[in-house]
């Protein structure tokens, strides 16, 4: 167990349709990415988030937005939902923003479009 | 733009074998490479990790080499067990400005034959 919680698990919704991902991170880390994993894919980098701030941005869709919370949760919105938004997305958490430290990934949520 | 390119895409050692997988990093700027294991149905979980100043590091079976100059790096897996089975990630992290981004690779899934 990582520490990282991510709900729901498991989401099936239609095109069009409108979803939000949550994420806790470790006690005590202040910074949180979100990653996509399509099929058979890697893991695409979306957003960081560092103490409630953005801090980097990698291919993340305009339909995909995110925000880090004070409580330092963080919830990833996904609109206008497409039949290839489904994926496997992890979020993943951090001590630290700057340097190079290990990234702990929660369980992942599983978004099924139809 | 960034990239990392990791061969091969699967493979199957007997147990007890070695396993190798290897990686090509496209930034020269990239200066911290860590490896993730990911099980079935879990998050990945990071096994070992290198820093462009050191060429190789062991952890017990496993061990990982970096060549700054060729841009590459590999995972060595010795004495493969049956637990050994998982997906693994290699990935090449970018300073950018006091944040750091992951570019992970494709993923080689690993199979230990008994």
């Known amino acids: 167990d990582s520490g990282v919680t991510q709900t729901p698990k498991h989401l099936i919704t239609a095109t069009g349709q409108r979803v939000t991902l949550r994420c806790s991170p470790r006690s005590g880390d202040l910074s949180v990415y979100w990653y996509q994993q399509s099929l058979d894919q890697g893991l695409q980098f979306l957003i960081q988030y560092y103490n409630g701030e953005e801090r980097a941005k990698g291919n993340i869709l305009e339909r995909f937005s995110a925000q880090q919370f004070p409580d330092l949760h963080s919830e990833l919105n996904l609109s206008s939902l497409e039949l290839g938004d489904s994926a496997l997305y992890f979020c993943?958490?951090?001590?630290?923003?700057?340097?190079?430290?290990?990234?702990?990934f929660g369980p992942g949520t599983r978004l099924t479009v139809l | 733009g960034e990239n990392v390119e990791q061969h091969p895409s699967t493979l199957s050692v007997q147990e007890g074998d070695s396993a190798v997988i290897k990686c090509t990093y496209s930034?020269?700027?990239?200066?911290?490479f860590p490896w993730y294991k990911q099980e079935l149905g879990k998050g990945p979980q990071l096994i070992i990790d290198i820093r462009s100043n050191v060429g190789e590091k062991k952890d017990q079976r496993i061990a990982v080499t970096l060549n700054k100059t060729a841009k590459h790096f590999s995972l060595h897996i010795t004495e493969t067990q049956p637990e050994d089975s998982a997906v693994y990630f290699c990935a090449a992290s970018i300073r950018v400005s006091s944040a750091s981004k992951i570019i992970f690779g494709s993923g080689t899934r690993l199979s230990i034959r008994p």
């Open positions: 930034d020269s700027a990239s200066n911290y």
């Open positions: 993943a958490s951090s001590a630290i923003a700057g340097g190079h430290n290990e990234q702990f």
